[in-house]
């Protein structure tokens, strides 16, 4: 079973998604998109939002990022009959890896891949929840791109505009395509 897009919107999903003030430190607006993951119905309109724009685009292989966008990525893998590679964060991934370092809207991280996870010149769609600073996306297309694999798009729920980060990847020549674009302010 799908919904159709126009059943039900994204105004619908950004509604949706819960607002923490000061969490994980002063000053910063959480969006939490777990209201979203635990409804039904919610999990099924992004999924679905998602797959019906990337099921004719033939992708290879759906990578997600840590931990938010293995959620999302994993269910989308599923739909467009792809398989899933996890973008994880530092020291999670057991076999030969290569890694990148960002900066992140509060601290720093460093992602990897395993190296074989992405055949030279593979279609790959790059998901996860939200684009921020962009840091933590434009850090999955570099290890994507370091392996040979093309990013066909990279895809989130929601960008932040006050911070520039969507402004940012699409500055590094990598299509983003975000369902919902608000002001991450408080
Ligand atoms: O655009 P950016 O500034 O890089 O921020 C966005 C990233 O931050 C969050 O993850 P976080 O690093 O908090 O990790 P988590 O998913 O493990 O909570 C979010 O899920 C994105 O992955
Ligand atoms: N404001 C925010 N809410 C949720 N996840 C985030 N990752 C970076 N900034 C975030």
Redesign the pocket.
């Known amino acids: 079973m799908m919904y159709h897009p126009d059943v039900m919107g994204v105004d619908a999903l950004a509604e949706k998604i819960r607002k923490i003030p000061n969490f994980p430190k002063e000053g910063i607006l959480f969006h939490d998109i777990t209201t979203v993951l635990q409804s039904p119905e919610y999990f099924r309109l992004l999924v679905d939002l998602l797959t019906y724009r990337y099921m004719g685009q033939k992708i290879d292989v759906v990578a997600g990022?840590?931990?938010?966008?293995f959620i999302i990525g994993a269910a989308l893998a599923y739909q467009l009959n792809v398989g899933f590679v996890p973008i994880r964060?530092k020291g999670k991934l057991p076999y030969e890896t290569i890694s990148q370092t960002?900066e992140?809207?509060y601290g720093n991280?460093t992602v990897e891949i395993h190296t074989d996870a992405i055949q030279p010149a593979a279609r790959v769609l790059l998901v996860?929840?939200?684009?921020?600073?962009?840091?933590?996306?434009l850090a999955g297309v570099e290890l994507i791109r370091k392996l040979g694999g093309n990013v066909v798009e990279a895809c989130a729920i929601l960008e932040f505009t006050d911070?520039d980060?969507g402004k940012k990847i699409r500055e590094n020549h990598v299509p983003l395509f975000t369902l919902l674009q608000n002001d991450g302010a408080m």
Do not use: I, S
Request: glycine share 18%; proline share 0%.
């Open positions: 990022l840590d931990a938010r966008g964060k960002y992140l809207e991280a996860d929840d939200l684009v921020a600073t962009g840091g933590t996306m911070l980060g």
